[in-house]
C-alpha cells in the first residue's frame, strides 16, 4: 500500500468520533495540536487512526488524549515496547488549559475528541467540551433525524 498524502491543503479528515456526538451534548468545540512520533504521523497521514472511545484528560498542567488507537504503520519496523494506545500530549495554551481544567469541575463535564483532521500538513484534533446525554435525549435526537429525513424526501 503506497504511501500518499491528501490532496487538500488546508484540511482533510483523519478519523471521526461520531459517537461522540451522539453521546454527549457538545457546548464548545476547540482545536488542539497532538505530539506524535513520526512513523505515529505516517499512520495516521495513511488513515489508520480511531479515536472513538477517546478522552482528554488534565494532568499536572497538561492535556492528554487517552485510549485514541494508532496502530504501527510498519508493524516489523516499530521500536520495541511501541503502546498502540497509549497516552499523547495535547498541545494547548496554558490558557486553554486553564479553561478546560475549569470546565471539568462541574462533575458532568468532558472532554471529547471529536474528529482528527490534517491542517496545512500538521495533524489536528478538535475536541468538544460537553455533558452526557441521557437516555430520552437521545431517543429524540433519534426521531428528530428521522422526522428531517422525511422531510427532506417529500
Same mark, same amino acid.
Given at each position: 500500500?503506497? #504511501?500518499? +498524502?491528501?490532496?487538500?491543503?488546508v $484540511? %482533510? $479528515?483523519?478519523?471521526?468520533?461520531?459517537?461522540?456526538?451522539?453521546? #454527549?451534548?457538545?457546548k464548545?468545540?476547540?482545536?488542539?495540536?497532538?505530539e506524535?512520533?513520526?512513523?505515529?504521523v !505516517?499512520?495516521?497521514?495513511?488513515? %489508520?487512526?480511531? +479515536?472513538?472511545?477517546?478522552? &482528554?484528560?488534565i494532568r499536572g498542567?497538561?492535556?492528554?488524549?487517552v485510549?485514541?488507537?494508532?496502530?504501527? #504503520?510498519?508493524?516489523?519496523?516499530?521500536p520495541?515496547? #511501541?503502546?498502540?494506545?497509549?497516552?499523547?500530549?495535547?498541545?494547548?495554551?496554558r490558557?486553554?488549559? &486553564?479553561?478546560?481544567?475549569? $470546565?471539568?469541575?462541574? !462533575?458532568s463535564?468532558?472532554? +471529547?475528541?471529536?474528529?482528527a483532521?490534517?491542517?496545512h500538513?500538521y495533524?489536528? +484534533?478538535e475536541?468538544g467540551i460537553?455533558r452526557?446525554?441521557? !437516555?430520552?435525549?437521545?431517543?429524540?435526537?433519534?426521531?428528530?433525524?428521522?422526522?428531517n429525513?422525511?422531510?427532506r424526501?417529500?
Amino acid at each position: 500500500m503506497p #504511501y500518499t +498524502i491528501p490532496m487538500d491543503p488546508v $484540511t %482533510s $479528515t483523519i478519523a471521526e468520533n461520531r459517537r461522540g456526538r451522539f453521546d #454527549y451534548e457538545i457546548k464548545e468545540a476547540m482545536e488542539a495540536g497532538i505530539e506524535l512520533a513520526g512513523f505515529e504521523v !505516517k499512520s495516521a497521514k495513511g488513515g %489508520s487512526f480511531q +479515536i472513538a472511545g477517546a478522552h &482528554v484528560l488534565i494532568r499536572g498542567g497538561e492535556a492528554w488524549l487517552v485510549n485514541a488507537h494508532i496502530p504501527p #504503520y510498519q508493524p516489523k519496523n516499530m521500536p520495541e515496547g #511501541y503502546e498502540e494506545d497509549r497516552a499523547r500530549r495535547l498541545l494547548l495554551s496554558r490558557d486553554e488549559i &486553564v479553561q478546560l481544567a475549569g $470546565t471539568l469541575k462541574d !462533575k458532568s463535564a468532558h472532554i +471529547i475528541p471529536l474528529r482528527a483532521y490534517l491542517k496545512h500538513g500538521y495533524i489536528k +484534533i478538535e475536541i468538544g467540551i460537553g455533558r452526557s446525554r441521557r !437516555k430520552s435525549d437521545k431517543r429524540e435526537a433519534l426521531k428528530k433525524r428521522a422526522h428531517n429525513r422525511e422531510m427532506r424526501a417529500e
